[in-house]
């Protein structure tokens, strides 16, 4: 006679009810990547600005015009004194110079811009009279992978991808089983109870493989992020993120009776960890008083070593403590959730 | 595969008791409940919405606390045996609304795969008149379909017990009488089915025994045709008259052959025991006293007048004020 496992089945029908469904196939993988261009796009590093500087009409006009636009990145135009003002005054200039006689320098000294251009175009003049220079300086550019918002940005998206796919793909699936009667239908056969808890946990750890492929595929690609650390480090950090927020899902899920219901609880949680827990700016800038209750959220602790393992190459030995807070949230979250868990209704 | 009668009742519940707290005060849904059913019977429990049938199948199921009173399944207990319990009765809900993006098949088989021994998945399909549909998501199935689903999963564990709870409501008629051939034929095969359902004739056609429940208790207990012969009179005779009027009840009841006289909403009913000797009379007086009749229909007595005369109310009554 044919054998059947339950848990495999179980499993299987978690796997097969999730890629069935595509909105949740987008919220999960596609989201996260929309997410991550969208933002990676806002806050790319552009190039230099140019500095557009007019000139007023007059005899010397063209000759500093012309010394002016030797220097790369310098837009200059000569025009009359009113129509320089007007320029200036709307923005399309950042700095108007007068020559009669003596060189002045018009300009709103509370744009930085204009503030910028003085300073290059006095620099530029002085050496041009024959200005010398006392000691040499060389520039060295650094934008390099690694220092960019994006890099920043993409273990911090993947952090809260795992948080909201663990909470939600546990919390929302077992809630919408239970008003569905499906729950009170399951324990009515000689079904295991940790069977079931095992295949929602173990349903989210298949999820989580191709989660990660998506964002950091996408970000090493499109972004060209640099990741430093052991795979095999990233994908514990993955199965423990996921572990833990799938309990955390549970425990949201365990008494609640409606959908509605679960997603008040569900965002309640979420809302601290999505402001505070660094995933689009550093936790480091929330003042120093908040800081014992920042750094004792999972999901700070998760993007901590994300980050570390991902950007810098460190060890998961390195992030142990964050770890064990991380993996305490997961276990005391599942141990209340077995307690509490509302099976019939 | 054939089950084999076993010694001792299937179900045996005594003095069940079971209340829920509401907001003003608690509501009795169950009042000193007693019921023994037969290994390898049909047993229905036949009463109106909110008479504490689903109450009382489901503390029967294990799913749900009795307040008190002793309940014993297939001789072994709730809260000891659970899980050998579990294995060899099947269970229908209410309602269950199966995941809507699996298949049919996919669903028999996680169902199945629960169970140490049992049927094979296909085969029950095919049982339930659901082969066509195996590869189908449950979300695409008719509501018939789906109920015949319902009755697969508890059949794939190959139950010697199953509980149906209101197994045709809200289904057509064609579909309720193919799940009836369905249940009929389990019941062949050796099985104990328990039922509920507040239609009368579904209660006639498959039950072997019913018991009437109303507020919680069961107000009267027999098969079919013995609560019916209750009544005294096998037949009812009802009719209406065109202004609407009625004849004095103490006249009708003084007519020959006739038992019982009620009112009803359009019209009166009379319990009679010959049917060809009342009529005539009725008639006669019909005539007698010069009034116009705009509807006579004689019929077999059912259980639904059986329901009447011990509450003074029909089953269905209560089908839009309360729901269980």
């Known amino acids: ?345 | 595969m054939m089950h084999q009668a076993r010694l001792g009742p299937a179900i045996r519940c005594r003095d069940l008791h079971k209340q829920y707290k509401t907001r003003n005060g608690s509501v009795r849904a169950v009042n000193g409940l007693d019921l023994e059913v037969r290994p390898g019977e049909c047993f229905g429990l036949l009463g109106p919405n909110g008479a504490g049938k689903t109450t009382t199948i489901e503390i029967l199921e294990g799913l749900l606390d009795a307040s008190s009173g002793d309940v014993e399944i297939l001789g072994m207990r709730w809260g000891e045996h659970d899980d050998e319990l579990r294995q060899r009765i099947g269970i229908s809900l209410q309602e269950t609304r199966f995941a809507e993006k699996l298949s049919v098949i996919e669903t028999l088989v996680l169902f199945r795969s629960f169970y140490r021994a049992g049927n094979d998945p296909a085969d029950v399909m095919k049982e339930l008149g659901l082969g066509e549909k195996a590869k189908s998501w449950v979300g695409k199935l008719s509501g018939g379909q789906r109920q015949r689903l319902a009755v697969a999963c508890a059949l794939v564990g190959d139950p010697e017990l199953l509980f149906l709870d209101e197994p045709t409501t809200g289904l057509d008629p064609q579909s309720r009488r193919h799940l009836w051939d369905t249940i009929r034929r389990l019941g062949e095969q050796g099985r104990t089915i328990l039922l509920t359902t507040h239609y009368m004739d579904e209660a006639e056609r498959l039950c072997h025994r019913v018991a009437v429940v109303d507020h919680g208790e069961v107000i009267a207990l027999g098969s079919p045709a013995e609560l019916i012969a209750g009544l005294g009179g096998e037949h009812v005779v009802e009719f209406a008259l065109a202004d609407g009027s009625g004849i004095a009840e103490e006249e009708l009841a003084s007519l020959p052959a006739v038992l019982e006289v009620r009112k009803e909403a359009a019209g009166m009913a009379l319990t009679v025991t010959e049917p060809h000797v009342a009529i005539p009379a009725l008639l006669q007086k019909v005539q007698h006293e010069g009034l116009d009749l705009a509807r006579l229909i004689t019929r077999h007595a059912s259980l639904e007048d059986v329901f009447v005369r011990l509450t003074g109310r029909r089953l269905r009554d209560e089908e839009i004020s309360s729901a269980e």
Not at chain 1, 160 to 179: P, Y
Not at chain 1, 192 to 215: H, N
Not at chain 1, 222 to 242: P, R, S, T
Not at chain 1, 336 to 342: K, P
Request: charge should be positive.
């Open chain 1, 1 to 345: 006679m044919k054998k059947y496992h339950p848990l495999n089945e179980l499993l299987l029908a978690r796997v097969r009810e999730f890629v069935r469904e595509p909105e949740a196939l987008f919220w999960v993988y596609g989201f996260p990547l929309l997410l991550a261009v969208g933002l990676g796009i806002a806050f790319r590093n552009q190039p230099a600005e140019k500095i557009y500087v007019d000139v007023e009409q007059s005899g010397t006009a063209a000759t500093i015009a012309q010394v002016l636009r030797r220097s790369p990145g310098m837009v200059v135009e000569i025009h009359a004194a009113d129509e320089c003002r007007n320029r200036l005054r709307l923005g399309k200039s950042s700095l108007v110079v007068r020559s009669d006689g003596a060189t002045t320098f018009l300009f709103d000294p509370t744009r930085s811009e204009s503030v910028l251009a003085r300073q290059r175009v006095d620099d530029l003049l002085q050496r041009a009279a024959g200005r010398h220079d006392p000691i040499a300086t060389r520039d060295e550019h650094l934008t390099e992978p690694g220092a960019r918002y994006i890099d920043f940005l993409v273990p911090g998206l993947l952090g809260m991808n795992l948080m909201g796919s663990g909470m939600w793909g546990v919390g929302f699936v077992i809630v919408d089983m239970r008003v569905r009667k499906l729950l009170k239908r399951f324990v009515a056969t000689p079904m295991k109870r940790a069977d079931f808890l095992w295949s929602m946990m173990g349903s989210r750890l298949v999820f989580m493989i191709p989660e990660l492929v998506v964002v950091l595929g996408a970000g090493a690609l499109f972004f060209g992020i640099m990741i430093k650390g052991n795979l095999f480090a990233i994908l514990a950090l993955g199965f423990l993120g996921a572990v833990s927020f799938s309990g955390l899902g549970l425990l949201v899920a365990s008494r609640a009776q409606r959908i509605e219901t679960v997603s008040g609880l569900m965002n309640l949680v979420q809302l601290p960890m999505w402001l505070l827990s660094g995933i689009f700016f550093s936790a480091d800038r929330f003042p120093a008083a908040l800081q014992p209750f920042i750094q004792s959220l999972p999901l700070t602790q998760l993007n901590n070593a994300l980050r570390a393992v991902i950007l810098e190459g460190a060890s998961l030995q390195s992030q142990a403590l964050g770890l064990a807070i991380l993996a305490a949230w997961g276990c005391v979250s599942f141990a209340c959730a077995l307690r509490w868990f509302r099976w019939s209704s």
